[in-house]
């Protein structure tokens, strides 16, 4: 029996000396491949007596399966040793930097933000949004506001103009966003909610005035919109807008001539700070202008001002994203300077809506 | 409009404080911009040098005892050093202590040493308390100043100045008393209605005077009157003291009462030296190149636009806004023709802006002067000037007023309620009305309500609705929401908006940042991208470099890329949704999506990176990515891909081998992309890597309406997608889209895509050949393809290729 025993040793200590797969593969062969060591003693097999096949045959199966066993084993063992060493090998620098998603890079104008976010305030409370043209005629800008011809409020919008043509007339670039009101009263019939944002032009050029700079204008015409519901739109807008709880806001008595009565609105702030905050302090600060759309107007655009009744309100767009965002200087806001854009600018993704907030 | 406490209170009898009156200024619709309550003023007391001894170590300096009255250093004489050449023993001046905070020196006293001597003070210039630029010496005051009381209030400087902002609906109050009226209206306190003066007039007004206009409104009524033997010199110190206070200079006490009118009653005056006036005086248009050296020393030329007073010597005013310096007063001045005028404001307006000139006059005849103070205004300024220079008054003369017609306005006090929600009773509607100087007649719910003649502004329902409000009071008005129109709104946005906020939102999640550029470019900068119409060009801009409207967006993003190049940022990514102009029509203003990528800029993000092979990045930019930006818009906007075709060049201001056209069928144009055309930049003086696009959002046509929500059935092969790749050797000129048309038309219905992999060029293909790969996805839909049937469709690919581009499967 010592060979079987003496074979078996020698197996065994090839199996745990085979270092690799391949090395196992050569042991297997040579142990279980056709003419291996242990196939042979197989095939005497055959040539036994029952008697002869009863022990010794039992004992060379026996050796059969210890060996097939063992260099399983040790395969499994060699296999995964591979894997360790191939993924050591595989090991990269992960400290290494990758490109930021150009999502994240991307950035919105303050402006159309702030468009964004007064459009989902408004769109709650059933305003759609009405546009525009840049370049108006002197009837829309004025006369159909009831500016009279020579009426020093004319004067006090510093207007660009284009050069007369033929007949004469001379073509502005607007000065405010309210000639979309009589536009739209044109093409609409009451009721009528819309806001109006859109690029304004006054010839004026400082910190706080630029010649290009934006408003935003609302309009409500019906049969019994007052005063007291433009406080109420207004409010709401203003404390939806700037994100605080609640506002005081101060209507004073003012002059368009566009809107009769009229108003200038101050909001309660504290401005002791580098940065105005709503909804606290002591000090009051200018920020929109509005009134009752003027019978005049109406008349412009068609209406019965016996019959229907409105009321309008206008503030600056830049000047509400300065007060919201903290930028110092209106100029900026035209520049384009990528550091001001990167700075000031807004996510593409960070998109305001009344269900996620107006803004993150 | 300026004007300081007392003065108010001249016209208006009150117990409230200046606090009560600023709140109800601004409430009244009067606001107050600014207050100064002279605060800064109250520390500073009289006194007077009792000794001056020459200070032992400085020839120029002096050594003051001051008495400041019994209550300053407990009645004990101060030292004080002094440098003023005029310090002497018994000169009464201002005296500022330790602790004081002088305002022209802006500094708070302390004790100091000077030159070893100390010094508890020291006595002010009026340069020190900001009262003037005089610095010769210390303010210098009579003997009987008294000593240890208030300088300021001895001095008039502790008198409150109130601004306010006027809105230009509110002529009547340019005057202190129009504003007493207001307030009085508001319940702050009683109106002090003055008596109309008794003049006892001797003798006519000797000088003829015509309105000779063809325009009778130019000049609605003219009053003037000769006062014979008055003696002008300075106005009394009260009167300048007001007049200073609100910025005026006192010249002459006739000057200074025409000024003072002005503020006080807003009628404003003019005075004419009788003797330097010859002849007759006329108002009349001014003849064409007509000159007049006014009162501010300055020569104005005129014309049939401006109405003028001119006598024989020719024009001797500009009627309601300035008056001639040749007939102007001064201390000669014995007999005096005073001008009491109405004008058209909007004639003033258009004079005062032509000929460039604002003055007090201009401001309050351009809002509307009360036409019915005309001739009283003439006799109170007589009475001023009887009363400050002397003289005798002559019988006015009286040209052309025809007296006032007040409007009606017929009133329901119902309007009330309807404009502004507020629940005020008739009673309390009349009231008011009647307080502002409103007649109101009848005794109904309907009332006509008499406009008075210092109220132009009002003449409608409105306007009374105002009036009833604003004194009512604002704040009474309590929010009250809105109706609803619908439980839950619908979409609000057209497509036209909603185009524009996705294409910013597309554009910036490529790594893009928005601008907003100037709206008006530079003529050159215009022109090279086929604007610079006359049509589109400002008549006054605001500087030569933004005088045109913009035919484009990219020459200001274009010099905007240059910027942050030249502050070393030079990769740069933005781009604008805004307008553009071709005409001065509204359909003329274009809305087009526009970006630049500049440098190495690409999506993927800027500059070097340590492995660009895998990461992308660090290469120029070039065409194809402006042609992702622009297709990234289109396809954001929902246009459908298939539909849209690219043409090979585009406008001149792109380089035309390396831009493209995008269109829509065959007359739709989306827009373009590309490089640039060398010329182009260096007319725009920029550089560097640029490529960039326009795409019109107003060009895209509107979806097409849909009847269902419900999407097209998805139908899914059971069987196996294929790839298989050809590359084609064909002439360099031919456009891979080609190809991928002819290999994509080859079988519709079992090809689903075509894409390029490769593109190569080499000397083993010949002169002029490229080589073109594509792989073509293959999708089964109703068995497995055998190997005959891929052997047709390869087939039918190349034969399609061959025939359309002239290519040949690559060896």
């Known amino acids: 029996m010592s060979d079987l025993e003496n074979l078996k040793t020698s197996l065994l200590a090839d199996i745990a000396a085979a270092a690799d797969e391949a090395a196992i593969e050569a042991v297997r062969v040579n142990a279980m491949g056709k003419k291996g060591s242990v196939s042979e003693l197989l095939k005497t097999l055959g040539a036994m007596s029952p008697e002869e096949r009863q022990t010794r045959g039992a004992a060379i199966n026996a050796l059969k399966n210890e060996i097939t066993e063992a260099i399983t084993e040790r395969k499994t063992v060699l296999k995964d040793a591979a894997i360790d060493a191939r993924l050591k090998a595989e090991t990269l620098d992960v400290s290494l930097p990758v490109r930021s998603s150009p999502a994240e890079r991307g950035r919105i104008h303050p402006i159309s933000q702030i468009i964004d976010e007064i ?12 546009e525009g043209p840049d370049v108006e005629t002197d009837y829309y800008n004025f006369t159909a506001l009831n500016f009279p011809e020579g009426h020093p409020a004319r004067e006090m919008h510093d207007t660009f103009f284009f050069q007369a043509d033929e007949k004469g007339e001379r073509k502005v670039l607007r000065t405010h966003t309210s000639p979309v009101q009589v536009r739209t009263m044109e093409a609409q019939d009451p009721p009528i909610r819309i806001v109006i944002p859109g690029k304004t032009y006054r010839q004026d050029s400082d910190a706080t005035h630029s010649p290009m700079f934006h408003q935003v204008e609302g309009l409500v015409i019906d049969k019994k919109s007052n005063v007291a519901n433009m406080r109420w739109i207004l409010e709401e807008f203003c404390k939806t807008f700037f994100e605080v709880p609640s506002v005081t806001m101060r209507f004073r008595p003012s002059f368009f001539p566009f809107t009769e009565p009229s108003f200038e609105v101050d909001i309660q702030c504290d401005r002791s700070g580098p940065i105005v905050k709503f909804g606290e302090g002591t000090d009051w600060m200018e920020i929109l202008g509005c009134g009752m759309v003027h019978p005049n107007v109406l008349r412009s655009g068609g209406l019965d001002p016996d019959e229907y009744q409105g009321f309008a309100w206008g503030m600056g767009l830049d000047r509400i994203a300065m007060l919201k965002y903290g930028m110092p200087d209106l100029r900026d806001f035209f520049n384009a300077d990528v550091r001001w854009m990167n700075h000031y600018g807004f996510r593409p993704l960070d998109m305001p809506t009344l269900f996620g907030g107006l803004s993150q | 409009m300026k004007f300081t406490l007392s003065w108010l209170k001249d016209h208006l009898e009150t117990d409230a404080t200046l606090d009560q009156i600023c709140e109800r200024l ?19 007391v009289i006194a007077k040098v009792l000794s001056a001894e020459q200070h032992p170590e400085a020839d120029r300096l002096k050594v003051l005892s001051v008495d400041a009255g019994p209550d300053v250093n407990g009645g004990k004489p101060l030292q004080i050093v002094c440098g003023a050449p005029n310090a002497r023993a018994g000169l009464v001046g201002a005296l500022a202590r330790p602790g004081d905070y002088v305002p022209g020196l802006d500094v708070t006293l302390g004790v100091g040493k000077i030159r070893g001597v100390e010094s508890h003070g020291m006595m002010c210039s009026e340069k020190e308390l900001n009262m003037s630029d005089s610095h010769d010496g210390i303010i210098d005051l009579p003997e009987d100043a008294p000593i240890g009381t208030s300088f300021a209030s001895y001095a008039g400087l502790d008198d409150p100045m109130i601004e306010i902002n006027l809105t230009p609906n509110r002529p009547d109050c340019t005057s202190i008393y129009g504003i007493a009226r207001d307030l009085a ?12 003066p008794v003049l006892k007039l001797e003798g006519e007004t000797t000088v003829g005077l015509t309105i000779d206009l063809d325009d009778e409104k130019l000049c609605p009524g003219f009053g003037l009157r000769l006062v014979r033997g008055v003696k002008n010199g300075p106005s009394p110190a009260w009167m300048q003291t007001r007049l200073k206070a609100i910025g005026l200079r006192p010249i002459n006490a006739l000057v200074d009462i025409t000024n003072y009118m002005t503020f006080d009653q807003g009628r404003p005056m003019h005075v004419f030296d009788a003797a330097k006036v010859k002849g007759d005086l006329t108002v009349r248009r001014a003849k064409e190149g007509e000159t007049v050296l006014a009162l501010d020393t300055r020569e104005y030329k005129l014309g049939p636009n401006n109405v003028v007073i001119a006598d024989d010597n020719g024009v001797e005013s500009i009627g309601g806004i300035m008056g001639g310096e040749h007939s102007g007063c001064d201390e000669n001045t014995v007999d005096v023709l005073i ?17 460039g000139i604002i003055t007090d006059a201009r401001y309050r005849f351009e809002r509307g002067v009360d036409p019915e103070y005309m001739v009283p205004g003439l006799d109170r300024t007589t009475q001023l000037v009887l009363d400050l220079c002397g003289g005798t008054p002559a019988k006015e003369k009286i040209v052309g007023y025809k007296g006032y017609q007040a409007k009606t306005v017929d009133f329901p006090f119902a309007e009330v309620k309807r404009l502004t929600g507020l629940e005020i009773s008739a009673d309390e509607s009349r009231e008011i009305l009647t307080r502002l100087g409103f007649t109101v007649e009848g005794a109904s719910e309907r009332v006509g309500v008499k406009v008075p003649s210092w109220r132009p502004d009002v003449d409608g329902k409105a306007d009374l609705v105002e009036e009833v409000m604003r004194i009512h009071g604002v704040d009474q008005i309590k929010p009250e929401p809105i109706e609803k129109l619908s439980a839950v709104n619908g979409r609000i946005l057209t497509t036209l908006q909603i185009r524009t906020r996705t294409a910013k939102r597309a554009l910036a ?3 893009m940042l928005e601008a907003v550029t100037w709206s008006f470019i530079p003529e050159d900068q215009a022109k090279l991208f086929g604007g610079g119409s006359a049509a589109l060009k400002l008549a006054n801009p605001i500087a030569a470099d933004m005088s045109d409207m913009r ?24 781009f604008e949704v805004s307008g553009t102009y071709e005409t001065d029509a509204p359909e003329g203003q274009r809305r087009v999506a526009g970006g630049i990528r500049r440098g190495t800029a690409s999506i993927n993000g800027a500059g070097r990176m340590w492995s660009n092979a895998t990461k992308g990045g660090g290469k120029p930019v070039d065409v194809y990515d402006a042609k992702a930006d622009a297709l990234a818009v289109i396809e954001a906007c929902g246009l459908p891909m298939a539909n849209v075709q690219i043409e090979q060049g585009g406008p001149v201001w792109y380089h035309p081998g390396r831009s493209g056209t995008i269109k829509m069928g065959p007359k739709v144009v989306l827009g373009y992309f590309g490089e640039f055309h060398p010329k182009t930049l260096g007319s725009l003086d920029v550089s560097g890597a640029l490529c960039g696009f326009e795409i019109y959002l107003d060009a895209m046509p509107e979806p097409k309406k849909k009847a269902t929500r419900t999407k097209p059935g998805l139908e899914l092969s059971p069987f196996q997608a294929v790839k298989r790749d050809f590359a084609f050797v064909v002439g360099s000129e031919v456009e891979a889209g080609a190809i991928v048309k002819a290999a994509t038309s080859a079988d519709r219905k079992l090809i689903t895509g075509v894409n390029v992999f490769d593109v190569f060029e080499g000397a083993s293909l010949g002169e002029g050949r490229k080589s073109v790969a594509i792989e073509v996805l293959i999708q089964p839909v109703d068995k497995t393809l055998t190997d005959e049937d891929f052997e047709a469709l390869t087939g039918k690919i190349v034969a399609n290729v061959e025939k359309t581009t002239g290519g040949v499967l690559r060896a």
Do not use: H
């Open chain 1, 119 to 130: 459009t989902a305030v408004f769109a709650d409370m059933g305003f759609s949004i009405a």
């Open chain 2, 26 to 44: 601004t409430a009244i619709g009067l606001e107050v911009e600014d207050v100064d309550d002279k605060a800064a003023y109250k520390p500073f």
């Open chain 2, 185 to 196: 209206a508001s319940g702050l306190g009683t109106l002090k209605v003055p008596a109309a």
């Open chain 2, 339 to 355: 001008e009491s005028a109405l004008w058209d404001p909007i004639n003033i307006a258009k004079s005062g802006r032509t000929l």
């Open chain 2, 509 to 511: 999640s490529r790594g």
């Open chain 2, 551 to 574: 035919p484009s967006l990219l020459p200001g993003l274009l010099t905007a890329a240059q910027r942050n190049a030249d502050k070393g940022f030079g990769d740069v990514a933005i």
